[in-house]
């Protein structure tokens, strides 16, 4: 199992009003980070396609997330 640290919560962001806790959840794995959707009503996408059921994918640098009308950018590394 992933330590807690390893997992982020997009409804915990202050832009996020709109996003469930169960929309989405992003999670730290060996080989780089994945998305899934969880049981929220409105779908959860990337790059332009909705995920769908509890389907989780690899997220790559430069990938477009978008979910309950807020989109994100997911890059890998540290920022500036």
């Given amino acids: 199992a992933a330590p807690d640290d390893a997992f982020v919560n997009l409804a915990q962001e202050p832009a996020a ?3 469930s806790r169960a929309h ?3 999670a730290a794995l060996a080989g780089g980070w994945q998305i899934a959707h969880l049981s929220s009503v409105n779908a959860t996408w990337v790059n ?3 995920l769908s ?3 989780a994918i690899l997220l790559r640098d430069g990938d477009r997330i978008e979910v309950a009308g807020v989109a994100l950018t997911f890059r890998l590394g540290v920022p500036p």
Avoid: C, H, M, S
């Fill in 17 to 19: 009003e709109t996003v």
């Fill in 24 to 26: 989405a959840q992003l």
């Fill in 48 to 50: 332009g396609q909705e």
């Fill in 53 to 55: 059921g509890k389907a």
